[in-house]
């Protein structure tokens, strides 16, 4: 049974986090993005698609790559963290379903039609980048996701190999520098957006 985080938890997932524009040089390992990838991973998709498919972005050359593809102020915050990672979607997700849904041996047949399938990849990659977020933030990261950049381009830069992927968003990710966040933007009350019937 679950049991609620304390205050200090929600506070650094959700209530002081922030979107940063800019990262201190505290660097960002490997073994640092496989403990986030082992909590992202966790996170419910629909029948356990596991959809999305990530690229972390490591180096200086790859950084700068995707930084020539990204528009406006997105490319100097992209060169500039010490890593970025690629959330794409497979559009293929159901070839995958056999082992990762193995109670229902027939699930890669459920989706037969291409818009049907694109539907629950980016919906399901969506969630997951979003889980990537938190699960950056409960490890004591900070993430700048962005959707301003040439998606083409970088499909055909990061995931020419793999014509069935497509991204759907980027994220930086480091420890952030305070100085480049913004006062926090408004957020509606309950009242505002929700209803209850």
Excluded: C
Aim: charged letters at 20%.
């Amino acid at each position: 049974m679950a049991q609620p985080l304390n205050d200090a938890g929600l506070d650094t997932i959700f209530r002081t986090a922030r979107t940063y524009n800019g990262f201190t040089d505290e660097p960002v390992t490997e073994a640092d993005i496989r403990r986030i990838y082992d909590l992202l991973k966790l996170g419910p998709t629909s029948a356990n698609q596991q959809s999305a498919r990530f690229v972390w972005v490591m180096s200086q050359d790859a950084k700068d790559r995707l930084a020539s593809l990204a528009s406006g102020t997105n490319a100097p915050k992209i060169k500039a963290a010490p890593a970025s990672v690629i959330i794409g979607m497979d559009l293929a997700f159901n070839e995958q379903l056999p082992w990762l849904f193995p109670h229902a041996p027939t699930a890669k047949d459920w989706f037969p039609d291409p818009e049907v399938r694109y539907t629950h990849a980016i919906r399901n990659s969506s969630l997951q980048g979003a889980y990537l977020i938190i699960a950056a933030r409960a490890l004591g990261f900070d993430t700048g996701p962005m959707s301003g950049f040439d998606n083409a381009a970088v499909d055909a830069a990061f995931f020419g190999d793999q014509p069935n992927v497509k991204s759907n968003f980027i994220s930086t990710l480091g420890h952030g520098d305070p100085s480049t966040i913004f006062e926090r933007l408004p957020r509606p009350e309950f009242e505002q957006f929700n209803t209850v019937i």
